[in-house]
């Protein structure tokens, strides 16, 4: 078969539909006026709500009309036309100016996604970025709680995504501490609860306190200039236990220390009393360069001057190209064999 660039469309028409819990009020923040969309997501996509007080609080500025306990689950998503079932592959930011709304930055990624046949989301939050630290528990909690939410409507007879989702191919994608977070969500993942830190007390997961139960079938983590170790397990670094892929740039202006390949190489380490055996799992590293930290997220501005970055539609295009390969390992089949008597000269 000859090769495809993986950066241009495929043929799935595909909608975008603004999804937001019910009874926000951002328009009665001024500060907020970027996030006024959420107040009316479409009538089929509405969402509750989680409490992640004990993973993250929210910084001083700005005031979210709702509070770490009663925190919305936000977002876009791209939609294919189709009977389906289609993988699903959900997008999270990273730290950025909390009164810009960072989710909108990789919808270049999830119509790229979309049009081969992918239900694409990028994931509101927003609410934990500012004057905060620590807090990439919460955002892993926030980005597990969405996959949870499409698991919900795709059993819910009735609703468009009802049986349209499949649940056993899901790929995370994080930037920036968004890209520290997939790693904790991959852990947090096989986790029935979790003590949060030596201060807080053990939170179930498995659904009997409100948040999970998970267990879902990820078929990798991706990460996009992460940190690491900004939040910190109480057993010790997080491990990734699932498939792992990194990408950084050269020109990173902000995560400069390539703290992310710390995190990679705690990732199905090599026994060194047995090397020649694998855990069976992958992980692979992209070192791009001339990137930067912000141009990952269209809505970023550039945080290093042009003459020593690639331009911006540059390195989007690096991330159509390498996280748009990676469909072939979550994306569906688009041709069928045929088993008529014309076999093997029929096309059909």
């Known amino acids: 078969m000859a090769l495809q660039n993986p950066s241009l469309p495929g043929k799935f028409k595909f909608r975008t539909f603004i ?20 107040d009316t997501p479409h009538p089929e996509y509405v969402t509750g709500r989680i409490d992640i007080s004990a993973f993250a609080q929210f910084g001083f500025f700005p005031s979210w009309p709702f509070s770490p306990t009663d925190a ?20 999270a930011h990273g730290n ?10 990789y919808l270049y990624l999830c119509e790229l996604l979309a049009s081969h046949g992918i239900i694409a989301a990028t994931i509101d939050v927003n609410f934990l970025n500012g004057f905060n630290f620590g807090e990439n528990d919460g955002r892993a909690i926030v980005h597990l709680e969405h996959v949870k939410q499409f698991r919900a409507w795709a059993n819910s007879p009735g609703h468009p995504l009802y049986r349209k989702v499949d649940m056993k191919r899901i790929l995370l994608i994080g930037h920036s501490r968004g890209g520290e977070g997939v790693g ?14 030596i201060f807080s007390p053990v939170v179930p997961l498995d659904g009997s306190a409100g948040l999970g139960p998970y267990g879902f079938r990820l078929r990798g983590v991706a990460a996009i200039a992460p ?11 997080t491990v990734v236990p699932d498939q792992y892929y990194l990408i950084h740039g050269s020109r990173d202006g902000d995560v400069s220390s390539f703290e992310g390949y710390n995190t990679y190489n705690r990732a199905h380490a ?18 791009v360069i001339g990137a930067n930290h912000n141009q990952f997220n269209s809505a970023w501005p550039s945080e290093t001057s042009a003459s020593i970055t690639m331009p911006r539609s540059d390195q989007e295009l690096v991330a159509k190209v390498h996280l748009g390969a990676a469909r072939p390992g979550i994306a569906p ?9 014309q076999r093997p000269r029929c096309r059909r």
């Open 72 to 91: 919305p689950l936000n977002g876009h998503v791209c939609v294919p036309k189709g009977k389906g079932p289609f993988p699903l592959a959900l997008f």
């Open 227 to 237: 940190t690491d170790r900004q939040y910190e397990p109480i057993a010790g670094p």
């Open 19 to 38: 999804y937001a819990a019910s009874g926000l009020n951002y328009s009665g923040v001024p500060d907020l006026a970027q996030y006024q969309l959420y």
């Open 184 to 197: 904790h969500a991959s852990l947090f993942n096989t986790l029935s609860s979790i003590q949060p830190d």
């Open 270 to 287: 090599v026994d060194l009393a047995n090397p020649t055996i694998s855990d069976g799992k992958l992980k692979a590293l992209l070192w």
């Open 96 to 105: 950025h100016d909390p009164l810009e709304n960072s989710t909108p930055g």
């Open 333 to 341: 089949a688009t041709t069928a064999v045929c088993r008529c008597a």
